[in-house]
């Protein structure tokens, strides 16, 4: 297999009569099959189904001497924010407890942010005439939209193997109208990068000119290992605390992944001044979460150890899925060198630079072969990938069979867009 660079024009001629006939064949078929987000597999789903029977008998809805079917407790019951701590390594007390999506408290600690100001704010953002935030890039979709929504300019730092580019960071951290930054500190969506020891100290130790920035630290796969050993991070909570910023941090983290999407646990955890500061007004939003709920993942996950165990199950259904794509670049891509891709061990995507001013091209050519996939251009701000390169694969969520199938098209449609990239 020769790259597509040293070819002839004919050659390429050649192989693209070839690679079209090919393509046109799969269009033929019919097929929709979905590599757009990073939802579970079905089987994945199944795993954690009896999960649903911990909680029978009325005594069963009791923890702490707090009934988990009543009102209160906004902070979450005391049990849950034990399991959090547990599996983060922090405090129970810095721990808040929400319902079904970090998403959702991340939204919220920014909107409050602009209504009430952060903990040392001088005023509400919203009285601000700047706000700006910093985007490590490429990166999650959906944090970029929470920033968009609020009017913030957002500003792209590029990702290195270690995390974003520190330097680049530290400098912009010098603006007071700098107010945040957004973070996958561990596999990293979409790129699989896992931040240095570094990376995380350079974070914990900034000083910000913002006395309210917002270090946003999304831990979203925690426990997510699928290729490798259980890697754990020292807490970012205490390593703020030690540097003086204690009140800088805001970590997430839910059961998303481990158990169900839609019916999951979520948690924020920051320091206790941020909690005191914060619980007042998240009480005049909501009496309490779904406690019930929160009790039934502590009665099902117990504590870190098991969670691990529980993950390890997960690992087996999601390692095939991640090794069918990897195992289709490396034969298919890898030696046209039209292509550079990481090799995840953890998380849920794999991260694909292809040729610059193509990326659109390609999954253009993979929708209309019944391909669905994330948007080109979504990793990063504003949704303009300055480049046209980056593509996000999401294999967990079809079956092998299905995968292998959807892999196989976009291989086809990576080569069709390059092809006509370097000219016909």
Known sequence: ?????????????EEYAAVKAAYEGQKACGLKL???????????????????????????????????????NVEGLPAARRLFADILGCRPEQCFVGGSASLQLMYDAIARAYTYGALHSERP??????????????????????????????????????GPDMDRVEELVKDPAVKGM???????????????DETIRRLASMQPAAPDFMLMWDNAYCVHEFDAPFRPFDDIL?????????????????????????????????????????????????????KVNQLRHVKYLQDREHTLALMRRHAEILRPKFR???????????????AEY?????????????????????????????????????????????????????????PVEELEQAVAIFCNCLKLSALEKLGL
């Not at 069918?324 to 039209?338: C, G, M, T």
């Not at 091209?361 to 990938?385: N, S």
Request: with cysteine.
């Open 324 to 338: 069918a794509v990897l195992d289709a670049l490396d034969r298919e891509i890898a030696p046209l060198e039209i």
């Open 125 to 162: 953002w919203s009285k601000l005439d700047t706000v700006r935030w910093i985007c490590p890039a490429p990166g999650y979709d959906r944090h970029f939209k929470i920033s968009q929504s609020f009017g913030m300019e957002m500003i792209a730092v590029p990702m290195t193997p270690d």
């Open 182 to 196: 957004w973070n996958v500190p561990k596999y990293s969506n979409p790129e699989g990068v896992v931040y240095s």
């Open 342 to 398: 990481r090799r995840p061990v953890g998380g849920y995507f794999v991260s694909l630079n292809a040729m610059p001013g193509t990326a659109k091209r390609t999954l253009q050519l993979c929708k209309e072969a019944g391909v669905t996939m994330t948007g080109a251009g979504a990793t990063y701000p504003y949704g303009v990938d300055p480049n046209d390169t980056n593509i996000r694969i999401a294999p967990s969520l079809p």
């Open 238 to 290: 205490s390593l703020c605390e030690q540097y003086g910023n204690g009140d800088m941090i805001y970590e997430f983290a839910s059961t998303s992944k481990i158990t169900f999407p839609g019916a999951g646990v979520s948690v924020m955890a920051t320091s206790e001044a941020n909690l005191a500061y914060l619980k007042p007004i998240i009480n005049v939003q909501i009496i309490s979460y779904d």
């Open 1 to 13: 297999m020769r790259k597509y660079t040293e070819m002839t024009r004919e050659e390429r001629l």
């Open 34 to 72: 979905d590599m757009s987000r990073g939802k579970p597999g079905r089987e994945q789903l199944d795993l954690v189904t009896d999960m649903a029977n911990v909680l029978l008998q009325p005594e069963d809805f009791v923890s702490d001497g707090i009934d988990s079917r009543n009102y209160g």
